[in-house]
């Protein structure tokens, strides 16, 4: 009996290791239905199990090769608020967002912070969340593993130049494998050039490959360098936002310097209220250029003392 229970304690053990082996992500999953009509009730219980399910099923995989120590698990978040119900069809928004600890400091970067407007999956109360790469056997699960794929390439896009190539090629993937979903969001002709599609191919796209400089310069060579010369640090993050503005001008409006722009803006404005005046007046001179419409914004820089 007593070899019996030590066997079983030790068999425990190996399954906990590997569950705390396996976490890739620090992610806050959440799904809301409050807007949905009928039993209030229902829906609470019928939602905070599909949002268990999810964030098992985020963090009871491995996603990554890299084996992260638990205080560098990416942090990030997916908030998925349902906004119709037909049967076991619902049509939601997501809200993805990402951040990035910087060196030396308690400060998280924001990376990315947008809203998928366009989201349809089919669930049914209770069922499994069934995933495979390379196949779409669940729209739920396919998309919440485009999004974690983009997480990993992206945070490794920041350490290392170019660091997150594998992981946008499991996102492709993902896009790939939904080709043929009746969906919304994974098709070239969609939306205007605003989705899931769009996304990935510009952030693989090589014409664009200077986004990954930005990523690369604006992180790792800029804000993780200001604990250290916050001179030094503020000339990489305007080097970076050079490099954001040389993709704009090759094609305007295009989706992900867009993305960028709107998790970066107020990062931004903060950065160089301190910088020199030939610094101010470049920053908001491009600043302007990647986000006219948010033009005034910038002037805030130049109010500074």
């Given at each position: ?17 590997f569950g705390m082996m396996a976490q890739d992500f620090q992610c806050q999953m959440s799904v809301n ?23 098992k099923f985020i963090n009871d995989r491995k996603w990554c090769q890299y084996t992260f120590k638990t ?160 001179d030094v640090g503020r000339a990489s993050v305007l080097e970076a936002i050079r490099d954001l503005q ?60």
């Amino acid at each position: 009996m007593m070899i019996m229970k030590k066997i079983s304690i030790f068999l425990f053990l190996i399954v906990l290791s590997f569950g705390m082996m396996a976490q890739d992500f620090q992610c806050q999953m959440s799904v809301n239905a409050s807007q949905l009509s009928g039993s209030a009730e229902y829906n609470r219980t019928r939602f905070n199990t599909l949002q268990q399910d999810l964030y098992k099923f985020i963090n009871d995989r491995k996603w990554c090769q890299y084996t992260f120590k638990t205080n560098e698990r990416i942090e990030c978040a997916i908030l998925i608020n349902v906004t119709k119900m037909t049967g076991d069809t619902y049509e939601a928004t997501v809200t993805v967002q990402l951040q990035r600890p910087i060196y030396g400091t308690n400060y998280k970067s924001p990376v990315l912070n947008f809203q998928d407007k366009n989201v349809k999956f089919t669930y049914e109360d209770g069922a499994p969340l069934e995933y495979a790469e390379n196949d779409n056997i669940n729209q739920l699960t396919s998309l919440v593993a485009f999004y974690l794929n983009v997480f990993l390439a992206l945070d490794f896009d920041t350490f290392s130049l170019n660091g997150g190539s594998p992981y946008y090629d499991k996102a492709q993937a993902v896009v790939n494998a939904c080709q043929n979903a009746t969906e919304p969001g994974w098709k070239s002709y969609e939306t205007g050039q605003r989705n899931r599609y769009w996304m990935i191919e510009n952030l693989t796209n090589h014409t664009y490959s200077k986004i990954h400089d930005f990523l690369y310069k604006y992180h790792r060579l800029g804000l993780d360098m200001m604990q250290e010369s916050t001179d030094v640090g503020r000339a990489s993050v305007l080097e970076a936002i050079r490099d954001l503005q040389k993709v704009n001008s090759q094609k305007s409006n295009i989706y992900i310097v867009q993305i960028f722009v709107q998790a970066k803006s107020d990062e931004i404005v903060n950065i160089f209220k301190e910088a020199t005046a030939s610094e101010k007046t470049e920053v908001v001179r491009l600043m302007k250029q990647l986000d006219p419409a948010n033009g005034s914004k910038y002037d805030a820089i130049n109010k500074a003392n």
